[in-house]
């Protein structure tokens, strides 16, 4: 049972009106000077990734390392909550509720061409369109959505559930799990200055989502309705993922966000058992097991990959762009995963992301990935074409077209598509909603009407950028800040860190750490 409602989850005006201020002053020069204000975001992005790609990376092998050592440490036991304290969620809805939250629509949009990508532009120098670059299409694949985009979204969800549940501190925000370094700063503006960042981040991200899968929708819909893609459509995709996920806000955790997020992995895993049923099964996990062992053999190498010496763009274009894109989701995911993580240990939380998610976004590019690439390779279908010449929604299509049943499988498709993107999107009102509130507990959910007020918010900004075709610089501006966002997430450790010696200095060897409650 949720805590009722009460005063103390109020809206927190001091972090609510700075993040629309800040939204609102990157929105607006787009609409208003949409070239220049193009140019500028590219520059600061272009910026961001070549004077410090090599940071991104450093910071994705790091945060892997330390969460590996954590999980194996004796801090692993310790329990996000008190000695009473169990699972709010089943295991099952738990890790549903993680994967569908952090990956949405970006996951059926990418696992179809990603791998054709990076079949005709291969990294290492690789012969495009060789034997070779095919298995690295399909390696990449697994190493741009595996154990370190999930290390990303991890670490900042460990100090923030240990904040709420374990100290019992007021407030679901990244300001109060930074206490442990920031101090009482934490309450000032140095705290509400950091809560506003993450709050474009989340507005931000949003809009990427939406750049994605509006597009993809719309192109899918106008195939099987017969008619032609145009603004109004845009919109009216876009109304019915408003209305899905503002019932979804409404309902709250337990009633709205739950149960989206068991449909949409039941209905992906449908969709993913036809594909491998009818497409070249043997190729598919021929590719899966080939992938993941040479992804694991050259972890280290593709994590640190910048070659220096040559001349090649494809660890900047693609590993630094998705490390920035994880680390740019990073706070919502985790005060999302946090708040949904009560009596979890911190070893389970991180098997849940590392090991779960990543196994979810493989099982997604090893079917429709290899299915996509067999069609390549075999001469079914040149995917490679059709992304150069129309794009991603025009390939994925042609793709869908391919399989029996083409018309029920697309309906299928646009089904889950409407339910992933609504997935991610409850997931972001809720926490947005959560970080403008007033010293809500970890026990209490905000009010409705907060959620609503972001909801709407989200569904504006989409609006409006879709009108104005300015997905793409909010897009780049968000991954841009993902680079300040890398010094918060080593701050968020070192204060997790500080609080597990102070809270567990003896060493204890016991299935489950708590804090009994007269400490507290």
């Given at each position: 049972m949720n805590a009722p409602e009460s005063h103390s989850d109020r809206l927190d005006l001091r972090v609510f009106v700075p993040a629309v201020l800040v939204i609102a002053g990157l929105i607006l020069p787009i609409i208003v000077f949409p070239e220049s204000g193009a140019a500028l975001v590219n520059a600061a992005f272009a910026f961001a990734t070549g004077r410090f790609g090599w940071l991104y990376l450093l910071a994705g092998i790091a945060v892997v390392v330390f969460l590996v050592g954590l999980a194996i440490s004796r801090y692993g036991n310790v329990r996000l909550g008190g000695p009473d304290d169990k699972p709010e969620f089943s295991y099952f809805s738990w890790v549903a509720m993680i994967f569908a939250g952090g990956i949405g629509i970006a996951i059926v949009n990418w696992a179809w061409v990603e791998p054709i990508y990076y079949?005709?532009?291969?990294?290492?120098?690789?012969?495009?369109?060789?034997?070779?670059?095919?298995?690295?299409?399909?390696?990449?694949?697994?190493?741009?959505?595996?154990?370190?985009?999930?290390?990303?979204?991890?670490?900042?969800?460990?100090?923030?559930?240990?904040?709420?549940?374990?100290?019992?501190?007021?407030?679901?925000?990244?300001?109060?799990?930074?206490?442990?370094?920031?101090?009482?700063?934490?309450?000032?503006?140095?705290?509400?200055?950091?809560?506003?960042?993450?709050?474009?981040?989340?507005?931000?991200?949003?809009?990427?989502?939406?750049?994605?899968?509006?597009?993809?929708?719309?192109?899918?819909?106008?195939?099987?309705?017969?008619?032609?893609?145009?603004?109004?459509?845009?919109?009216?995709?876009?109304?019915?993922?408003?209305?899905?996920?503002?019932?979804?806000?409404?309902?709250?955790?337990?009633?709205?966000?739950?149960?989206?997020?068991?449909?949409?992995?039941?209905?992906?895993?449908?969709?993913?058992?036809?594909?491998?049923?009818?497409?070249?099964?043997?190729?598919?996990?021929?590719?899966?097991?080939?992938?993941?062992?040479?992804?694991?053999?050259?972890?280290?190498?593709m994590s640190m990959w910048t070659d220096p010496v040559g001349d090649s763009s494809f660890w900047r274009d693609w590993t630094v762009f998705y490390w920035a894109w994880w680390i740019a989701y990073a706070p919502m995911m985790g005060l999302f995963v946090a708040r949904i993580s009560r009596g979890r240990t911190i070893r389970e939380l991180i098997i849940a992301e590392m090991v779960f998610g990543s196994l979810g976004c493989w099982v997604f590019f090893a079917v429709w990935g290899g299915y996509a690439l067999d069609l390549q390779i075999s001469g079914t279908l040149d995917v490679a074409a059709i992304l150069s010449a129309e794009g991603i929604p025009a390939a994925v299509e042609a793709i869908l077209g391919t399989l029996p049943m083409s018309g029920v499988i697309t309906t299928l498709f646009v089904l889950l598509c409407f339910i992933f993107l609504a997935t991610t999107l409850d997931s972001s009102a809720y926490v947005l909603a959560s970080v403008t509130s007033r010293k809500l507990s970890g026990y209490q959910e905000p009010q409705r009407k907060i959620r609503l007020i972001w909801a709407f918010l989200i569904a504006g900004v989409g609006v409006a950028l879709i009108q104005l075709g300015g997905l793409k610089p909010v897009q780049t501006s968000t991954i841009v800040v993902a680079l300040p966002m890398i010094p918060v997430l080593a701050i968020l450790a070192w204060s997790l860190v500080r609080w597990l010696r102070q809270d567990f200095a003896k060493k204890v060897l016991e299935p489950h750490l708590v804090i009994e409650d007269d400490k507290h």
């Open positions: 079949f005709t532009g291969p990294p290492f120098g690789v012969e495009p369109s060789s034997r070779e670059a095919a298995e690295w299409a399909l390696t990449y694949g697994q190493f741009h959505w595996g154990f370190t985009p999930w290390a990303f979204y991890c670490l900042p969800a460990i100090p923030i559930a240990y904040s709420m549940f374990v100290h019992n501190r007021p407030g679901v925000r990244l300001s109060v799990a930074a206490r442990g370094v920031l101090g009482r700063h934490a309450d000032g503006w140095w705290g509400a200055l950091l809560d506003a960042v993450v709050v474009f981040g989340i507005v931000g991200g949003v809009g990427t989502s939406l750049g994605l899968a509006v597009p993809l929708v719309s192109q899918l819909l106008s195939g099987l309705l017969g008619v032609s893609p145009s603004f109004m459509l845009d919109i009216a995709v876009l109304l019915i993922w408003t209305a899905i996920f503002s019932a979804s806000v409404w309902f709250g955790l337990a009633k709205g966000i739950k149960i989206l997020s068991d449909i949409n992995v039941l209905l992906a895993g449908v969709l993913l058992v036809f594909t491998l049923v009818v497409g070249d099964t043997l190729f598919m996990v021929e590719g899966w097991v080939n992938s993941l062992g040479k992804m694991v053999s050259n972890f280290v190498p």
